[in-house]
């Protein structure tokens, strides 16, 4: 539509000018350079300042203890940050913009897996080492390069686990829906999802897809209600699972197992839902409740979510951390590596393995961490209870959801 | 199931209606196409959830006090930024309300966050005929087609409505006649804020709310006035209805995924074929 065009077309000339102003500001001495592509406006904004977050707790926690070891020398860190609107296109641009403008030395990727994705090539064309920090899809890292390293384990380890739970606990479940929206991760993890559980056992009653921006779901679910199904698997964003939670309830809907996926391990989800949180389950890469020791910074999960909620007065989840623990594994590798060569800090991240208070990651082949550790939460009465793994677990699974 | 896919459809049909009904009118007398509607519509939203959370009273009473402060404010932004250059070509006051809205929407994200916010209101549901019915729901889409129905009513039987009629029709006669068409202008921007205020307070009831909506809000104002006719009231009713109903059995036809894209695509087809809109004349009411 020709608004639609005008507001891209003002919206890159502001960008621009944002370009301008940032570049004269951060130009400092002697700094390890950090260049990090944010959603912090646009569709993907709330997930752009989390991440924000986590890359600023890194960076003040290893500059306050004096910066990262060079060989002999102490460097501090700096975050070279653009806002690319949650557009792809964009985030490409910006990307492009902090190799060849900015010279950054080492890169974070964008927000989730499709603009992960999308950016990744850059990196492997000018041989710099990116971190993503909020992909999990294994497509993404199906490109065979050799720079791409995400902290998130696949989406199938994850799927796999939750089917298994599931089976475990509830045995007379024996259908499941599947709802996603249709974008790179949401979909490809509903997809793991459905084929897991299918193999497992259940029948896969429903499958449809969302796009972003719907409004209202009563239909599809008066659809879903009429399938009857024992376990509702839904993914997207914290907006669109929140309407389908509420219009479950409008419709009467009683599902044993409601599982919604990324959104609703936020607290922001319970904040707002209420009561209609309640026995809502949902999965995490990380949790508050965990319980790994750090020796670089933070010492353990609990110091770092105790410094997290001094500072921004809110709780984190694993995509706040997991930005933490991409900013940490770089810094540590810069500090193994002896310099900030991307060839041979590239050798320190493919090789090593790192401990973080966001538990142990190593690269795998193709550049994805391949230590998994999924996590299976419940929100009960508003609070998050960690369900599995056993080891750290504050709570028992609670069947029936809406009644 | 038919009588529950329908339903569903009047239900945010009416709220579609209610969202587009200020749109249009502001384009029928101003001859504006005002971007700002939809961050309109979010700022009501935040007014009511903020009232009802901080002052305890019910979301209705806090809808209408968010319709009273958005009415002063669309007053002075007419009055005061958009008057000097009402009578310019569409395009440049398409870019002030534009940048205007850049400027309200940025400063949404900062004040509010992008986070979604909601009301948790929980007036359950009831069942008629195997019908379920959200009370929350039927609460907005009563809110909303009541003030659409006062909108009416006004603008054919009160005598600032006739007014703002007689400078839709010629603003250069309803001078002649003593008509202050400044103050009118003003007024009617202010009537579509306040109804833009309305409709985000409807929409605070049954949807989680943040700044980051106030473009899908815009697109559906669009569609709506192009499917009803621009520039009517009963065009915006029939709009969104249209719309609600569309959306819900396009979901069904084809997908979920598809159901936004069925909106957009009639919208194209209607301007195809019937450019003034379903029940949109040429010219004016």
Same mark, same amino acid.
């Given at each position: 539509?020709?608004?639609?065009?005008?507001?891209?077309?003002?919206?890159?000339?502001?960008?621009?000018?944002?370009?301008?102003?940032?570049?004269?500001?951060?130009?400092?001495?002697?700094?390890?350079?950090?260049?990090?592509?944010?959603?912090? &406006?646009?569709?993907?904004?709330?997930?752009?300042?989390?991440? #924000?977050?986590?890359?600023?707790?890194?960076?003040?926690?290893?500059?306050?203890?004096?910066?990262?070891?060079?060989?002999?020398?102490?460097? /501090?860190?700096? *975050?070279?940050?653009?806002?690319?609107?949650?557009?792809?296109?964009?985030?490409?641009?910006?990307?492009?913009?902090?190799?060849?403008?900015? /010279?950054?030395?080492? @890169?974070?990727?964008? +927000?989730?897996?499709?603009? &992960?994705?999308?950016?990744?090539?850059?990196?492997?064309?000018?041989?710099?080492?990116?971190?993503?920090?909020?992909?999990?899809?294994?497509?993404?890292?199906?490109?065979?390069?050799?720079?791409?390293?995400?902290?998130?384990?696949?989406?199938?380890?994850?799927?796999?686990?939750?089917?298994?739970?599931?089976?475990?606990?509830?045995?007379?479940? /024996?259908?499941?829906?599947?709802?996603?929206?249709?974008?790179?991760?949401?979909?490809?993890?509903?997809?793991?999802?459905?084929?897991?559980?299918?193999?497992?056992?259940?029948?896969?009653?429903?499958?449809?897809?969302?796009?972003?921006?719907?409004?209202?779901?009563?239909?599809?679910?008066?659809?879903?209600?009429?399938?009857?199904?024992?376990?509702? +698997?839904?993914?997207?964003?914290?907006?669109?699972?929140?309407?389908?939670?509420?219009?479950?309830?409008?419709?009467?809907?009683?599902?044993?197992?409601?599982?919604?996926?990324?959104?609703? *391990? +936020?607290?922001?989800?319970?904040?707002?839902?209420?009561?209609?949180?309640?026995?809502?389950?949902?999965?995490?890469?990380?949790?508050?409740?965990?319980?790994?020791?750090?020796? +670089?910074?933070?010492?353990?999960?609990? #110091?770092?979510?105790?410094?997290?909620?001094?500072?921004?007065?809110?709780?984190?989840?694993?995509?706040?951390?997991?930005?933490?623990?991409?900013?940490?594994?770089?810094?540590?590798?810069?500090?193994?590596?002896?310099?900030?060569?991307?060839?041979?800090?590239?050798? #320190?991240?493919?090789?090593? #393995?790192?401990?973080?208070?966001?538990?142990?990651?190593?690269?795998?082949?193709?550049?994805?961490?391949?230590?998994?550790?999924?996590?299976?939460?419940?929100?009960?009465?508003?609070?998050?209870?960690? @369900?599995?793994?056993? *080891?750290?677990?504050?709570?028992?699974? /609670?069947?029936?959801?809406?009644? | 199931?038919?009588?529950?896919?329908?339903?569903?459809?009047?239900?945010?049909?009416?709220?579609?209606?209610?969202?587009?009904?200020?749109?249009?009118?502001?384009? %029928?007398?101003?001859?504006?196409?005002?971007?700002?509607?939809?961050?309109?519509?979010?700022?009501?939203?935040?007014?009511?959830?903020?009232?009802?959370?901080?002052?305890?009273?019910?979301? $209705?009473?806090?809808?209408?006090?968010?319709?009273?402060?958005?009415?002063?404010?669309?007053?002075?932004?007419?009055?005061?930024?958009?008057?000097?250059?009402?009578?310019?070509?569409?395009?440049?006051?398409?870019?002030?309300?534009?940048?205007?809205?850049?400027?309200?929407?940025?400063?949404?994200?900062?004040?509010?966050?992008?986070?979604?916010?909601?009301?948790?209101?929980?007036?359950?549901?009831?069942? !008629?005929?195997?019908?379920? $019915?959200?009370? =929350?729901?039927?609460?907005?889409?009563?809110? =909303?087609?009541?003030?659409?129905?006062?909108?009416?009513?006004?603008?054919?039987?009160?005598?600032?409505?006739?007014?703002?009629?007689?400078?839709?029709?010629?603003?250069?006669?309803?001078?002649?006649?003593?008509?202050?068409?400044?103050?009118?202008? =003003? !007024?009617?921007?202010?009537? %579509?804020?306040?109804?833009?205020? =309305?409709? %985000?307070?409807?929409?605070?009831?049954?949807?989680?709310?943040?700044?980051?909506?106030?473009?899908?809000?815009?697109?559906?104002?669009?569609?709506?006035?192009?499917?009803?006719?621009?520039?009517?009231?009963?065009?915006?009713?029939?709009?969104?209805?249209?719309?609600?109903?569309?959306?819900?059995?396009?979901?069904?036809?084809?997908?979920?995924?598809?159901?936004?894209?069925?909106?957009?695509?009639?919208?194209?087809?209607?301007?195809?074929?019937?450019?003034?809109?379903?029940?949109?004349?040429?010219?004016?009411?």
């Amino acid at each position: 539509m020709f608004g639609q065009f005008f507001k891209f077309a003002l919206q890159t000339f502001a960008g621009g000018l944002l370009f301008l102003s940032s570049t004269v500001l951060t130009q400092a001495a002697n700094t390890i350079r950090i260049g990090a592509p944010l959603s912090l &406006t646009g569709s993907l904004a709330d997930e752009g300042s989390k991440e #924000q977050q986590g890359l600023d707790m890194c960076v003040d926690a290893v500059n306050a203890k004096g910066g990262v070891k060079v060989g002999t020398e102490m460097r /501090k860190l700096e *975050a070279i940050k653009y806002d690319y609107q949650s557009e792809t296109s964009r985030a490409v641009q910006i990307v492009q913009r902090l190799l060849t403008v900015d /010279k950054v030395d080492f @890169l974070f990727a964008p +927000y989730g897996s499709g603009d &992960t994705k999308a950016t990744a090539v850059l990196a492997e064309r000018y041989n710099i080492p990116m971190i993503a920090t909020s992909a999990a899809s294994e497509a993404v890292y199906d490109q065979k390069g050799k720079n791409l390293f995400g902290i998130l384990f696949p989406n199938n380890a994850m799927v796999q686990t939750e089917v298994e739970f599931y089976k475990a606990r509830v045995p007379q479940a /024996k259908k499941v829906a599947v709802f996603a929206l249709n974008s790179l991760f949401p979909k490809a993890i509903a997809a793991a999802l459905r084929d897991t559980a299918a193999k497992g056992g259940f029948q896969v009653v429903f499958d449809g897809l969302y796009s972003q921006g719907t409004m209202d779901f009563s239909n599809v679910l008066t659809q879903i209600k009429a399938a009857n199904p024992d376990w509702l +698997y839904a993914t997207g964003y914290i907006q669109e699972l929140m309407v389908i939670r509420r219009q479950m309830a409008n419709l009467g809907m009683k599902i044993p197992i409601v599982t919604m996926t990324a959104g609703a *391990a +936020y607290p922001e989800f319970a904040q707002n839902l209420g009561p209609l949180a309640n026995n809502v389950t949902t999965n995490a890469w990380w949790h508050p409740s965990a319980t790994y020791k750090d020796s +670089y910074v933070f010492g353990d999960a609990q #110091q770092y979510t105790k410094t997290f909620r001094d500072k921004y007065k809110k709780e984190p989840t694993y995509l706040e951390a997991s930005a933490t623990a991409g900013c940490e594994v770089l810094a540590q590798s810069v500090e193994h590596a002896g310099s900030v060569d991307a060839d041979a800090v590239r050798k #320190q991240l493919s090789t090593r #393995q790192f401990d973080t208070f966001y538990g142990p990651i190593k690269f795998g082949p193709s550049g994805q961490n391949a230590i998994n550790s999924p996590m299976i939460l419940q929100i009960q009465d508003g609070k998050y209870m960690v @369900l599995d793994p056993q *080891a750290v677990k504050t709570g028992e699974l /609670k069947v029936g959801v809406g009644g | 199931m038919i009588a529950q896919y329908i339903v569903n459809g009047i239900l945010i049909g009416s709220l579609y209606a209610c969202l587009a009904v200020g749109f249009s009118l502001i384009y %029928g007398v101003l001859s504006i196409i005002n971007v700002m509607h939809g961050s309109f519509v979010v700022l009501g939203a935040y007014i009511t959830i903020y009232c009802t959370e901080y002052f305890g009273i019910s979301p $209705l009473i806090a809808a209408l006090i968010g319709c009273g402060i958005m009415f002063v404010f669309g007053f002075l932004v007419q009055r005061y930024l958009i008057n000097d250059l009402v009578t310019a070509p569409i395009f440049i006051t398409f870019t002030l309300t534009f940048g205007l809205d850049l400027l309200l929407n940025n400063a949404m994200i900062q004040a509010f966050t992008a986070t979604p916010r909601s009301l948790t209101l929980e007036y359950g549901s009831i069942t !008629i005929l195997g019908v379920s $019915l959200s009370i =929350a729901r039927l609460g907005a889409m009563v809110l =909303a087609l009541v003030l659409t129905g006062l909108l009416y009513w006004l603008l054919r039987h009160s005598q600032m409505g006739r007014a703002i009629i007689a400078v839709r029709m010629d603003h250069h006669a309803a001078r002649l006649l003593g008509i202050r068409v400044e103050r009118v202008y =003003a !007024i009617t921007f202010g009537i %579509g804020t306040m109804m833009a205020a =309305a409709a %985000g307070g409807a929409m605070a009831t049954v949807f989680p709310i943040t700044p980051l909506l106030s473009g899908v809000f815009l697109g559906k104002a669009f569609v709506i006035c192009v499917l009803g006719g621009l520039g009517s009231v009963p065009g915006a009713l029939v709009g969104g209805i249209a719309l609600g109903l569309l959306e819900s059995f396009g979901a069904i036809v084809f997908g979920s995924q598809w159901s936004t894209t069925v909106g957009f695509a009639l919208m194209i087809l209607v301007l195809v074929v019937r450019p003034s809109g379903l029940v949109g004349r040429k010219g004016f009411e």
